[in-house]
């Protein structure tokens, strides 16, 4: 069907009670939450929302009227206070008389600064004066999927005059701007008794000199557009009606899991990236329709979609009926190619003598019929962000094409909003990407100690990170810890058994439909066990080869086989043990398989350079804190061989080292981070013992 049906109303969730405490500019914040709060009203970092308030001059201590107005780059759903610009009201109606024209339009930004109320350090962004020229106390803009489509529609104005009279008006495409900003002002002088204007192929403005009335109407607004076109499109086949039939859920999400790694190599040429995969109702709809070819080349309307998900996607040719993987594969390569061919041309096509220069010509929506939508980007909130505004630009193609004919920006303008100097200015101001920026880990004994701190490290490096445990419960504590510090985008979890061939198999292909592949991989699932050799079982020496050298074979295999699909090169961690070059009595085995371990890194490290593989060693010793292993039998016994109790153990461990200090897992994390940063890009085969030293254990 087009469109949710009528009775999917949007909620009202103003509570009056607890507004009517708020000041002005404080309702303007929980007016701006609410509203964001619901993506069928805006998309993420879409629309804005303002309000002109008295304030009390911190000079002069007269009170003057002041815009409040969501700041540059912000999103209505999260912002703060210290997220809207403040501006004075009489400082930006004197713009009017230094404005020289449209040609010079882009010279009044530079202006809003001198605004600024209160020496508020955020930055306007380019719709103030959209929001300060309304004659009416508050404003918000919003892209709601609904208004967009009357707004891309061949017919957008005939369609608003017919869906909302003369309460809601419309202008034509005008790129956002302080000319835009001139064009409703002037609307609101013309039309005192319109509430609001559908601005064609862009958005909803709409107003009101009370807070909640503002919200109120925004919503009804909203939801009039919804209902139109619920009966209009009631019974219809959308975009044609489908011509593929959707693959089963798990099929669909292990082709994604083989093509992303893929796609993935071929387009992080200038960065690493991250992808997204999305195979949600309306995402299947569209790339199993008839029309869907023809209206993905089309481009996206609003210029919100468009700079996140370029001027179109890239349609990957794969039949669902006859599913041959190995053919698309095949054949990607070429297309990938000749999309940035294609992009290349149109840029060289649009772009004009001051034009910023030629970005990444790689697609960032890749649509495969019967299996959804891949996005990649350079990082993983920014891909999913992408996802969500295709899926909203799907919904916005949708709605016109079935009332009218849905209609792209003419490709001049989008190129124009794509390469305009303010958008690159913008990209310029932000902050240098960090040292870790779009690389994916997958960290086995993920939950432990080790495991967790070296996730955290990559963390705080922008990394994504995939933890791997057998403990599901101690998985889920870690992923929850991580994620609320560094967002749930970057944190997955898996559970494996690393001596389980399928299970560690299946992991990969997780960390493949999640994140699109992988880059590193921190081997450190670990066991310890300590007995006599005459009193070590089978069944004992059998369970250290099988985690500790087995499970690290598993692992690495694994991993080089995406490493060799992507080829972007990678790093391998093992985290080993002093013991694995230091002989401990009464451990043979679990010596025995730290040292199988090391040989197989010094192995792995000959076969991966030749793709640009590093495989390097962490040798810790005595790792207390956090860790697993350090708990229940083993711990019994190690404070048995060296004759102390438990609360000993850790102060003969440090007094016994060359240092005389303790090993901590953070420390394990720094080398573990080393090893695998371009810090260390010239070293592979080696070995790095963290054991506050340990001549037993130097290597020689």
């Known amino acids: ?29 929980y007016r701006s939450n609410l509203l964001g709060s619901d993506k069928r009203i805006t998309n993420y970092g879409g629309g804005n929302t303002s309000a002109k308030v008295m304030e009390k001059d911190p000079l002069t201590g007269d009170m003057v009227e002041v815009l409040w107005v969501k700041g540059s780059g912000g999103d209505v759903g999260s912002i703060k206070m210290d997220g809207f610009a403040t501006l004075y009201m ?25 605004c600024t109320f209160n020496l508020n350090p955020r930055a306007a962004s380019i719709d103030t004066p959209l929001h300060a020229y309304v004659p009416v106390k508050h404003v918000d803009h919003m892209h709601p999927d609904a208004i967009i489509a ?57 107003w009101a000199d ?11 607004v909203i939801q009039k557009a919804m209902d139109w076109f619920a009966r209009e499109t009631a019974g219809k086949s959308a975009f044609g009606g489908a011509v593929h039939t959707s693959l089963p859920a798990q099929a669909r999400r292990a082709t994604a899991a083989r093509l992303m790694p893929a796609i993935r190599g071929m387009v992080s040429g200038q960065q690493h990236m991250v992808g997204h995969f999305e195979d949600n109702d309306a995402v299947l709809e569209f790339v199993n329709a008839k029309d869907m070819k023809r ?17 179109c996607p890239l349609v990957v040719n794969f039949d669902p009926a006859k599913p041959d993987v190995d053919a698309t594969l095949a054949g990607l390569a070429d297309a990938v190619a000749a999309y940035r061919e294609g992009y290349k041309a149109y840029y060289e096509r649009c772009k004009r003598a001051d034009s910023p220069a030629l970005r990444d010509p790689n697609a960032v929506v890749y649509l495969v019929p019967g299996v959804g939508m891949i996005t990649f980007a350079k990082d993983k909130a920014t891909a999913r962000i992408s996802g969500e505004f295709y899926v909203n630009a799907i919904n916005v193609m949708r709605g016109a ?23 690159e200015a913008k990209l310029q101001r932000m902050p240098a990407p960090k040292s870790m920026a779009g690389r994916v880990a997958l960290v086995t004994g993920g939950a432990g100690g080790i495991g967790s701190a070296t996730a955290e490290r990559y963390l705080r490096e922008g990394a994504c990170v995939m933890l791997a445990d057998i403990d599901d419960e101690a998985l889920v504590k870690t992923a929850a810890n991580l994620a609320a510090r560094y967002s749930a985008d970057v944190v997955r979890t898996v559970k494996m058994n690393v001596t389980d061939e399928n299970a560690v198999i299946a992991s990969y292909a997780d960390i493949a439909a999640e994140f699109g592949g992988v880059d590193i991989l921190v081997s450190n699932a670990g066991i310890a066990s300590a007995a006599p050799v005459e009193e070590t079982s089978l069944d004992l020496w059998n369970k250290n080869m099988a ?51 090391i040989h197989l890194a010094r192995c792995l490290a000959l076969e991966g350079a030749p793709m640009g593989v590093r495989v390097n060693v962490v040798n810790p010793d005595a790792v207390l804190k956090g860790s697993k292993i350090w708990q229940g039998e083993w711990l019994d016994q190690r404070a048995g061989t060296y004759g102390t109790d438990k609360d000993g153990l850790e102060a003969m461990y440090r007094d016994r080292s060359m240092l005389k200090r303790s090993v901590l897992p953070e420390d394990i994390a720094e080398a573990a981070y080393y090893l695998a ?23 020689r």
């Open 1 to 29: 069907m087009t469109t949710a049906p009528a009775t999917q109303y949007l909620e009202n969730k103003w509570d009056a009670s607890h507004a009517d405490k708020m000041t002005d500019s404080e309702k303007l914040l």
């Open 90 to 114: 009489d400082k930006l109606n004197a713009l009017r008389g230094v404005y020289r024209g449209p040609e010079f339009e882009d010279e009044m930004v530079g202006f809003l600064p001198h």
């Open 150 to 206: 009357i707004a891309a529609a061949k017919d957008s104005k005939a369609l608003t005059q017919e869906i909302f009279g003369d309460t809601i008006g419309w202008l034509p495409w005008k790129r956002p701007g302080y000319e835009l900003g001139l064009w409703l002002s002037e609307f609101c002088e013309r039309n005192p008794n319109a509430k609001g204007v559908v601005l064609e192929s862009h958005g909803l403005f709409t």
């Open 210 to 220: 009370d807070a909640q009335e503002c919200y109120d109407l925004t919503l009804a």
């Open 295 to 311: 209206l993905a080349a089309l481009g996206t309307s609003c210029p919100d979609h468009f700079l996140r998900t370029k001027i």
């Open 401 to 423: 094409d079935a009332v009218s004919q849905y209609q792209g920006l003419p490709e001049q303008e989008a190129f124009d909003i794509e390469y305009w100097l303010l958008e």
């Open 547 to 597: 985690i500790l050298s087995t499970g690290y074979f598993l692992v690495s295999r694994e991993a080089f086989k995406l490493f060799k699909v992507q080829d972007m090169g990678g790093s391998v961690v093992f985290v080993a043990s002093k013991n694995g070059l230091a002989a401990s009595p009464n451990a043979a085995a679990y010596c025995t398989a730290k040292a199988s371990e």
């Open 677 to 699: 940063s371009d810090l260390s890009s010239k070293s592979t085969g080696n070995i790095i013992n963290v054991d506050a030293g340990n001549v037993q254990a130097f290597t």
